[in-house]
């Protein structure tokens, strides 16, 4: 009996270990045609997210900090998913801010806004600029902005990245235009960038590409 104990716990423990490793197909899936990323050189990571989304305003205290120890030889972008015309509100929002070079400095107060207190409504444009002037936007730029031909073609971009990448939620993080992680199969968010993590190093290993920490 305690002989077949321990073989169990070993062939647990093989298991478990077995386990640790990201499965395609389980954790994260390939992507096919693989996609185009912006800077040649750099591992792409994409969040895609929506202001409206809960899942995502509990991601960034455990997504901000992870993506300050980002390599030098990794890029992260925001890209707002498009879904519908309300999640296209939220982006054209994240793009128009973005524009006039306050999307920075305001991108987690803005997320606090529609998730607490006022629960501010981003697809409300009124709401939104005048919320927007009580924290120092100069609320014309911002209006020029909101309706510019450079926005609205980032929103078009947008909308092909989502279809492209075959997102189906958020927030979803895709690796170097060739992994998106399957959510589904995540049960918290540090397994989600370890899994992302993973997705990195093995694109490194591709272009024997050395960590260069920031």
């Not at 693989?34 to 997504?63: A, N, R, S």
């Not at 092909?160 to 189906?168: A, D, N, P, V, Y």
């Amino acid at each position: 009996m305690f002989k077949r104990l321990i073989a169990a716990l070993i062939l647990f423990g093989a298991t478990g270990l077995a386990q640790a490793q990201p499965t395609a197909g389980v954790e994260y899936r390939d992507l096919s045609p693989p996609q185009p990323t912006d800077i040649p050189g750099k591992i792409e990571v994409i969040e895609f997210f929506w202001y409206g989304c809960p899942h995502c305003y509990d991601f960034e205290p455990v997504l901000e900090p992870w993506v300050k120890k980002l390599p030098k030889d990794v890029h992260f972008r925001r890209v707002p998913a498009m879904f519908n015309e309300e999640y296209a509100q939220g982006a054209r929002a994240y793009y128009a801010l973005d524009a006039i070079g306050q999307e920075e400095r305001l991108h987690k107060a803005l997320f606090d806004a529609v998730h607490t207190g006022s629960r501010l409504r981003v697809g409300n444009e009124a709401a939104l600029t005048e919320w927007l002037g009580k924290h120092g936007v100069d609320t014309k730029k911002f209006a020029a902005a909101y309706r510019s031909f450079s926005v609205e073609g980032k929103l078009k971009r947008a909308a092909q990245l989502t279809q492209s990448f075959k997102i189906e939620g958020v927030p979803s993080m895709a690796v170097d235009g060739r992994y998106v992680v399957i959510t589904d199969n995540i049960r918290s968010f540090e397994q989600l960038l370890s899994v992302t993590d993973y997705l990195i190093e093995q694109e490194r290993k591709k272009g024997g590409k050395p960590a260069q920490r920031k």
